[in-house]
């Protein structure tokens, strides 16, 4: 149906608004639900596969087992209200691509990949690379986001998330996300932004230095507000330190 | 544009409705079903008015498609007449002010009852945070919350002493 043009619906919590705002007019709506284990969460060896049509309550009420798990479910609860992750999927959100969502400026730290399903058959696309733009993602038109595959981690894995909104479940001003796992280089993420995810492969020197660092980060993505610097400043300075920056 | 037929249980009933193609819960039940307690406030997910029950969660009607409800069970605060919880949470509210005119209360009561279920531990700052989903523009909260918490520690209390619930 996808590939005939029907637009692919999840939770509809972002599509619904848009439906009723009239700001998208699809012919044929298909709904994913109905795909077999479009939602649950499965363990593999070191991986772990969230189905995209898992929702956020799930989540947030611990169905992903592990360190990784707990990272998510504290993700989870800050999203939206309740009656919304009750319906609200991860797949949806990620699909979506709403620069200022939470799950895309948080999977990217985690490592792993996003799981499509097409005509072509089955790709995986690495999920530091997902979003490529402002509601756009590496999926082609014909394409699902079937699954989410991230690495488990560690328990001594730390790591820092910091959102800024003034109201319980507003959509972030700035949102920064720092992991530093045992082995591998820590790795950031930046959003909320008015652009993509800005994904920062090695942070060793924003943990080593966070205030000088961020400053330079900042600085590096071009004129911006006054407000949103300072705000994307402090995200990543207080990310850095929850992960366990001096 | 096709009509879709579908067949979902309402408050206990099995129905069988023909949806607009691109009508939403909400309207549905306001419109065909006549279950006008389901308020609509702002139609994009932000107030909760329209929140009811599906599949045994609260979600919003508003943004939940007609046609996605095929086989669904949906609990409409009419629903809830007969419910214990409800009946405790009615007296508290109107025992604390938490109403005034009312347009919010049906979602308020839905969201209410989940917190009371879910999370008979929370404190004042967990339930404001979790009915920051549900606006109100007459009672300034204070009511609601007060409500809720007494709910939760009569329902403490209660099953302290090991009572039926
Ligand atoms: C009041 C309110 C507040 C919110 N606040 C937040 C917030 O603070 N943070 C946040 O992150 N989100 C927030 N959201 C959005 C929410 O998280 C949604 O659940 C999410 O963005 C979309 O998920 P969905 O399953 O509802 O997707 P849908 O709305 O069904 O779909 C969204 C888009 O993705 C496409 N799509 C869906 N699934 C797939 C798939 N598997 N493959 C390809 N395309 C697909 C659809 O065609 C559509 O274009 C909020 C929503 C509401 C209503
Ligand atoms: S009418 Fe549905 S949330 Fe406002
Ligand atoms: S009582 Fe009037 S909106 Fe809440």
Redesign the interface.
Known sequence: MVAGGARP?AG??S???L???RLAQPET?A?L?HLPDYAGVTRAGDVVRIGAGTTH?AIEDGAVPGRVGEIMATVARRI?????R??GTIGGSLAHADPAADWIGVLPVLGGSAVAIGPRGERRIPLAGFVTGIFETALAPDELLRAIEVPVLPAEARWGHWKFCR???EFSKATACVLAAPGTPPRAVLAALDRPPLVIEDAGALLADPADEAARIVAGLGEMAPWRSALAQAALRHAATAAGAP | MKRIAIALTVNGKAVEVVAEPREHLADLLRGTLMLTGTHIGCEHGVCGACTVEIDGVPQRSCIVHAGSCDGASVRTIEGFADDAVVAALRESFSREHALQCGYCTPGMLVVARDIVLRLPDADEARVREELAGNLCRCTGYRGIVRAVLGVLADRRAGSSRAEPR
């Not at chain 1, 939206?80 to 919304?84: I, T």
Request: hydrophobic share 35%; glycine share 14%; aromatic share 4%.
């Open positions: 619906g509809t919590q599509l619904g608004p439906l009723n705002l709506i709904d639900r309550a939206a209200y309740r009656p919304v009750n319906r109201k319980v479940g």
